[in-house]
């Protein structure tokens, strides 16, 4: 089975600041992990993914995250915030065995907060 | 490309009553998906469709919830009857390939 962790449920950070969103995996097969942010009463937009090659992956709006195998994490960042970056972001995983469409199973999510 | 459409937006009803959610994916888009979202939580997998036939619908409470595929194209997602837990939004989702699943802009239902 496979599970994700979010720790807290808000982060608020200043305009301009670095932005830290953490996830924690976990996974008895390798994973597939994925970011996903949702404005309000918005679907969720893919911001990024690993798919088993490299680790440091680069997203849409200046965002990337690193998977890091030892730590089972693959946190969020971004060097510097913007107002338009509120909103609730999920971090995700599927498993490389299932194939291109196996089923997500997404961590509760945190809302990021952005201060002018 | 246009994206995931769905349809109604909003949806209030009263508990034991019945309601139906339409989903219109990506054209060639051969995987479907209806997830369920509890205010809070992160969605939930109901079911999954390739094309019109079941990939896994473990999680779909089935006393009470159904779903179609009808072509493989449309679905259509039914609660019958409903009860005040399921309040949440109802997100469809499609994908063709490359591990990347494009999300419609969800049903939000609320039961009275």
């Known amino acids: 089975a496979q599970s994700v962790t979010q720790l807290g449920s808000h982060v608020s950070v200043s305009e301009g600041a670095l932005v830290l969103l953490r996830c924690n995996y976990s996974s008895s097969v390798p994973p597939y992990l994925f970011w996903y942010v949702q404005y309000p009463n918005q679907g969720l937009q893919l911001l990024l993914k690993?798919?088993?090659?490299?680790?440091l992956v680069k997203g849409i709006n200046g965002f990337e995250a690193e998977f890091k195998k030892s730590e089972t994490s693959f946190h969020l960042t971004k060097p510097s915030a913007h107002m338009s970056d509120a909103a609730e972001y999920f971090c995700?995983?599927?498993?490389?065995?299932?194939?291109?469409?196996?089923?997500?199973?997404f961590g509760k999510g945190i809302t990021l907060s952005v201060r002018p | 490309e246009a994206g995931v459409a769905q349809s109604p937006r909003y949806k209030i009803i009263e508990k034991r009553q019945s309601v139906a959610f339409w989903c219109n994916p990506i054209?060639?888009?051969?995987?479907l998906y209806w997830y369920q979202q509890i205010l809070g939580q992160g969605p939930k997998l109901l079911i999954q469709f390739q094309n019109n036939g079941v990939v896994d619908d473990s999680q779909l409470p089935k006393d009470r919830f159904s779903a179609e595929r009808l072509k493989g194209v449309d679905s259509t997602l039914k609660i019958q009857p409903a009860k005040l837990e399921d309040s949440a939004v109802y997100l469809c989702?499609?994908?063709?390939?490359?591990?990347?699943?494009?999300f419609g802009p969800g049903t939000r239902l609320t039961v009275t």
């Open positions: 989702a499609s994908s063709f390939s490359h591990y990347e699943q494009y």
């Open positions: 995700a995983v599927s498993d490389l065995y299932t194939g291109a469409n196996s089923k997500l199973t």
């Open positions: 690993y798919t088993s090659a490299a680790t």
């Open positions: 054209s060639g888009h051969a995987t």
